[in-house]
C-alpha cells in the first residue's frame, strides 16, 4: 500500500519518567510505528525471522515427539542393543541433545548474519540509533 | 543393612550442616555488598537490567537447575532408569522454545512481568490481572515441587525423621529464602543463582567424571552395572520402567512429555530473567549459555543417576529417607565420604533457596506491578509503595511455601514440578506466542486463552490420579478422580491454543492496529524499548 513512506526520523524514544507502561497515552517523541510496520526493510526483518523460527520450532518439536512416541508405544524397538548395554532410546535420546545443541548453534548464526544488520539498518531509518 | 548405609550417610550432620552454613554466609554477604538500596522499581525486579548475557545465561540455567533437576531427575534415572531420562530430554530441548520464540521478543516488549507484554496492545486491567493470577497459581505449584524437594534432602542430611522435626526445618529455609528476596531483590537474587549454578554445575562434573573414570570410560558399563543392581534388571534402560505399558500410561507418557517441552519457556520466573540484559542480543546469548550449561549438566546427571543405581543400589535408594529424591546426595557420600556428601547437600539446599527466592521474586513482582500498581491503582502507584507491597507480597508467598512444603513434603519433586509446567504451558504459551505474532489476536482472545488454559489445567489436576485414587497419590484413601491422566497437558495446551483463536474469532471488538504495529516493532526491533 504505501510502501514508499519511509519511517520518519523520530526522536529517540525517550518516555517520561514513570511508572511503566500504565501511563502509556501521550505519543510525543515516539516513532511512527505503524509507518515502521509498513516499510520494506521491517518487512524483510520479519520475513527472514518468521521464516527460520517457524519452521525450526516445527523440526524441532515433531523430531522431539517422534522420539516421545516411540518412547511411549515402540518399547521394543527402543530396547534393542546398539552397543554393549546401550539401547537406540538411550542413543536417540543423546540424538536429541546433539540437534538441540545444533540447533542453537545455527540460529545463534542466523541471528548474527541476518537478522542484527537489518535491526541496526531500521534503527538507522527510524532515527533511534543504537544503544 | 539398608538402614545401615543411611544412618551412615546422615552420619555427620555437623560437617553438612556447616558445609551449608558456610555457603548461606557466603551468598548472604554478596547479596548485601551487591545491592545498593533497590531504591527503584527496575532495580528491584530487573537488577536494572544491567546484566550481561553470560552472567545472566548462568542465573537462568540456575533458575531452572532446581531441586527436581538435581535431584528429582538423578532420582527418577536411578529407581526408574530411561523415564527418567527422558524428563532431561524434555528439559533441554525446551530451551529451544525460549531461543527461538520466546526470549529476545519478550526482553524488548516487557519491563518487569508477563504481564507487561500479555496486555502490551490489550486491555489493561482485565489482562493483568488474568497474568497476575496465571502467575501466581503457576509459582505456588513450582514452589511446592521445591519445597517438598527441601524436606526430603533434610529428612537424609540430618536424620530427622519426624515430620515436625522436618516441618520446622522447612520453615528456617523457607525464612532464610524471603530473608535474600526482602533485602537483595533481583540483583541479589541472581547473584546466589549465579554462584549456586556454577558451584553445581562442578559439582555434577565432578561426579560423572569420577564414575565414568572408575567404570574405565565405557558408558555402557556404567549401564550394565546399574542394570544389575536394580529390581528391574535389564528393563532398567528399556521404555517403561515407570510409566507402564497400558494405554492409558502411554498417553500419560506423551501429556508429560508435551508439559515438559513447552512449560519451562513460559514459567514466570524464567521470563522474568529476560528483563534483566540490557538488550535482545544479550537475552539471546543468555539463553545460548544456559543451553550449553543445560547441555553439560543433563549429560552429567544420566550418568549420577546410573550411576548411583550402579554403586548404590535401587533398594538403598527406594528406602533411603527422602525416598527417590536422595539418590544423588547417596552417591555423593559413597565416592566422596562425609565431605562431598555435605558439599552435594550444601548445592542442593542452595538450589532450593535460589529457586525459591526467584519464584518469591517473580509473584511477588507479578501481584505489586500488575495487580497493584496497575489494577489497583489504575497506574498511579508510586514506585516505593510499589516495593513495598513486592516485599509485603513475598512475606505472605513465603508463608505460603513453608505451609505447602509441609503438606507435599515426602513426593517427587520432579513429577510435581511436571503440574507446574503444565498450567504454565496451558496459561502463558499459547497467550505470549499468539500476542507476539498473530496480529488480530485481542483482549477476549488473551482472556479466553489464560483462564481457559489455567482453569482447564487446574480441573484436571484436581480430577486426576496425582491427587486421589492412586496408590501415589496426594491424598490417600479418598477417590473423586475421574480424569485418567496424571499430567493435563495433552489436553489443556490444546485447548488454550483453542480458546484463545475462538476468543478472538467471536468477539466483537477487533484488536488495536496501531498498538499492534507498535508491539510488532517493538519485539522485532526493540525501537521503543527502555533500559
Redo the contacts between chains.
Keep these: 500500500m504505501n510502501k514508499s513512506v519511509r519511517p520518519p526520523a523520530a526522536m529517540p524514544?525517550?518516555?517520561a519518567t514513570g511508572?511503566?507502561?500504565?501511563?502509556r497515552g501521550d505519543d510525543i517523541g515516539?516513532?511512527d510505528?505503524?509507518a515502521?510496520?509498513q516499510s520494506p526493510e521491517?518487512k524483510v526483518?520479519?520475513k527472514r525471522?518468521?521464516w527460520?523460527?517457524f519452521p525450526?520450532?516445527a523440526f524441532?518439536?515433531c523430531w522431539?515427539?517422534t522420539?516421545?512416541?516411540f518412547?511411549?508405544?515402540d518399547?521394543e524397538f527402543?530396547?534393542r542393543k546398539l552397543?554393549?548395554?546401550?539401547?537406540i532410546?538411550?542413543g536417540f535420546?543423546l540424538l536429541?541433545?546433539v540437534t538441540?545443541?545444533t540447533?542453537?548453534?545455527v540460529?545463534?548464526r542466523y541471528?548474527h548474519k541476518k537478522l542484527?544488520p537489518q535491526?541496526d539498518r531500521?534503527?538507522e531509518l527510524?532515527g533511534?540509533g543504537k544503544? | 543393612m539398608t538402614s545401615q548405609i543411611a544412618a551412615r550417610a546422615t552420619g555427620s550432620p555437623i560437617i553438612n550442616l556447616s558445609v551449608f552454613f558456610v555457603f548461606v554466609l557466603i551468598t548472604l554477604f554478596i547479596v548485601y555488598k551487591v545491592t545498593n538500596r533497590n531504591s527503584t522499581?527496575s532495580d528491584y525486579y530487573a537488577a536494572g537490567s544491567a546484566f550481561s548475557g553470560v552472567q545472566n545465561g548462568i542465573a537462568l540455567s540456575g533458575d531452572f537447575l532446581s531441586a527436581a533437576s538435581f535431584l528429582g531427575i538423578s532420582g527418577a534415572i536411578a529407581v526408574h532408569g530411561?523415564?527418567g531420562?527422558?524428563y532431561s530430554?524434555?528439559w533441554?530441548?525446551a530451551?529451544?522454545?525460549a531461543?527461538?520464540?520466546v526470549g529476545e521478543r519478550l526482553r524488548n516488549t516487557g519491563?518487569?512481568t508477563v504481564g507487561?507484554v500479555m496486555?502490551?496492545r490489550m486491555k489493561?486491567r482485565p489482562v493483568r490481572a488474568a497474568a497476575a493470577n496465571a502467575t501466581l497459581v503457576i509459582t505456588f505449584f513450582y514452589m511446592l515441587a521445591q519445597m517438598a524437594g527441601a524436606g526430603g534432602l533434610i529428612a537424609l542430611l540430618l536424620n530427622v525423621h519426624s515430620k515436625s522435626g522436618q516441618a520446622l526445618i522447612i520453615t528456617g529455609v523457607g525464612l532464610v529464602m524471603v530473608f535474600y528476596v526482602l533485602v537483595g531483590g533481583m540483583k541479589g537474587t541472581t547473584w546466589v543463582q549465579i554462584i549456586k549454578a556454577g558451584m553445581l554445575l562442578i559439582c555434577v562434573t565432578f561426579m560423572s567424571v569420577f564414575l565414568i573414570g572408575k567404570f574405565g570410560f565405557?558408558?555402557?558399563?556404567i549401564?550394565?552395572q546399574a542394570?544389575q543392581n536394580s529390581p528391574l534388571g535389564g528393563d532398567l534402560?528399556?521404555?517403561?520402567g515407570w510409566?507402564g505399558?497400558n494405554a492409558m500410561d502411554?498417553?500419560d507418557?506423551?501429556s508429560l512429555?508435551?508439559s515438559l517441552?513447552l512449560g519451562i519457556s513460559s514459567l514466570p520466573h524464567v521470563l522474568m530473567r529476560f528483563y534483566t540484559v540490557?538488550?535482545a542480543?544479550e537475552a539471546?546469548r543468555s539463553?545460548?549459555w544456559c543451553?550449553?550449561s543445560m547441555?553439560i549438566f543433563?549429560?552429567s546427571i544420566l550418568i549420577v543417576g546410573y550411576g548411583a543405581t550402579a554403586l548404590v543400589g535401587s533398594d538403598t535408594i527406594v528406602n533411603a529417607p527422602g525416598g527417590e529424591n536422595s539418590a544423588a546426595p547417596l552417591l555423593a557420600f559413597k565416592i566422596g565420604g562425609a565431605m562431598l556428601l555435605g558439599i552435594v547437600s550444601a548445592v542442593a539446599f542452595a538450589t532450593i533457596l535460589a529457586v525459591v527466592a526467584g519464584l518469591t521474586l517473580a509473584a511477588s513482582a507479578s501481584f505489586a506491578?500488575d495487580v497493584y500498581?496497575?489494577v489497583i491503582r489504575?497506574?498511579?502507584?508510586?514506585?516505593r509503595s510499589?516495593i513495598r507491597v513486592a516485599r509485603l507480597t513475598a512475606l505472605v508467598m513465603g508463608f505460603l511455601a513453608i505451609i505447602g512444603g509441609i503438606v507435599t513434603n515426602g513426593q517427587n519433586v520432579a513429577f510435581l514440578v511436571s503440574l507446574a509446567l503444565a498450567l504454565a504451558a496451558s496459561a502463558n504459551l499459547p497467550t505470549i506466542l499468539y500476542t507476539l505474532?498473530w496480529r488480530r489476536f485481542n483482549t477476549t482472545g488473551t482472556l479466553w486463552s489464560i483462564y481457559g488454559g489455567l482453569g482447564s489445567g487446574l480441573v484436571l489436576i484436581i480430577f486426576s490420579p496425582a491427587i486421589s485414587g492412586s496408590s501415589t497419590s496426594v491424598f490417600k484413601g479418598v477417590d473423586f478422580h475421574w480424569f485418567p491422566l496424571t499430567n493435563p497437558g495433552l489436553v489443556s495446551i490444546p485447548l488454550s491454543f483453542l480458546c484463545g483463536f475462538l476468543g478472538t474469532i467471536l468477539s466483537k471488538h477487533p484488536s488495536d492496529?496501531?498498538k499492534q504495529?507498535?508491539m510488532?516493532?517493538?519485539s522485532?526491533?526493540?525501537?521503543?524499548t527502555?533500559?
Design positions: 524514544s525517550e518516555r511508572l511503566g507502561f500504565a501511563d515516539e516513532p510505528f505503524q515502521i510496520q521491517f526483518l520479519r525471522l518468521l527460520f523460527v525450526m520450532s524441532f518439536l522431539y515427539m522420539f516421545v512416541l518412547s511411549a508405544y518399547h527402543m530396547s552397543f554393549g548395554a546401550v539401547n532410546g538411550t535420546g536429541q541433545f538441540t545443541i540447533i542453537v548453534l540460529y545463534r541471528a542484527d535491526v531500521i534503527h527510524a533511534v544503544k | 522499581t530411561y523415564d531420562f527422558l530430554v524434555g533441554l530441548v530451551w529451544l522454545v531461543l527461538l520464540l519491563r518487569f507487561d496486555a502490551y489493561q565405557s558408558f555402557s558399563a549401564l550394565g542394570a534402560l528399556n521404555p517403561g510409566y505399558s502411554q498417553l507418557f506423551v512429555s508435551l517441552v540490557p538488550d542480543k539471546r539463553v545460548v543451553s550449553w547441555f543433563y549429560l506491578h500498581a496497575n489504575r497506574g498511579k502507584a508510586d514506585p510499589e505474532f492496529p496501531k504495529a507498535e510488532e516493532v517493538r522485532l526491533t526493540g525501537i521503543g527502555r533500559t
